[in-house]
């Protein structure tokens, strides 16, 4: 059973930072793309962060300069470490797999092609 755990989250005051870790089991990582997706309230779920098998990297613009991903496949666990938070990061983060590039994720996302979810884990960015 292909399953996988986000953790990290929490309450943090703007400026802030916070690690998230996306551990997955019942599959090989390093096959996989892995995303980092978030939602806030009303708004629809948005990509945030991307990283290949390969480790090509890629983030919306909003995050760029203040988020980076990396994996570790040995512990099978992708990371997003988020640093001088807003409270426009608010909501819950998702990691989510599908085998491609970061260049296609968007349309990945698109076509539903991303089959592995996590049940997310809330940051709330609040002074």
Known sequence: QVQFEESGGGLVQPGGSLRL??????????SYLISWFRQAPGKEREEVSCISRRETTTYADSVKGRFAISRDNAKRT???EMNSLKPGDTGVYYCAAVQGECAYSARYYEWGEFGYWGQGTQVTVSS
Do not use: D, F, N
Not at 21 to 30: H, I, R
């Open 78 to 80: 992708v990371y997003l």
């Open 21 to 30: 870790s996306c551990t997955a089991s019942g599959l090989p990582l390093e």
